[in-house]
């Protein structure tokens, strides 16, 4: 049973940073193509950034040059570092996994939600202005 538990989320002034962290369990996450998602209330799921079977990154707009996606193999962890925060920002996030054995080619957009059939709890992040 693949499991997805996210951890790092607070409440963070504007301009401020944090470093979420989702630990894979179950299998080898490293054969997974994984992603950051996020949701405010009243509002579709959002993806943020996602990475690829070749190791490449994808990131939504909104977000380009101050989050970074990136892999601990040997703790089956990955992560999301977060600069420059806005209060846009605020929001549920969440790390998905497609089921394994997968196999995710490089894409302009971060894939949308159903492609992701496993799901962490999500972890809060509040940026105040």
């Known amino acids: 049973q693949v499991q997805l538990v996210e951890s790092g989320g607070d409440s963070v002034q504007a301009g401020g940073s944090l470093r979420l962290s989702c630990v894979v369990s179950g299998y080898t996450y490293t054969t997974y193509c994984m992603a950051w998602f996020r949701q405010v209330p009243g509002k579709a799921r959002e993806g943020v950034a996602s990475?690829?079977?070749?190791?490449?990154?994808t990131y939504a707009n909104s977000v380009k040059g101050r989050f970074t996606f990136s892999q601990d193999n040997a703790k089956n962890t990955l992560y999301l570092q977060m600069d420059s925060l806005k209060p846009d920002d605020t929001a549920l996030y969440y790390c998905a996994a497609r089921l394994p054995p997968s196999y995710c080619s490089r894409t302009s957009l971060v894939r949308a939600p159903s492609f992701y059939g496993f799901w962490g709890q999500g972890t809060q992040v509040t940026v105040s202005s």
């Open positions: 990475i690829h079977t070749d190791g490449t990154t």
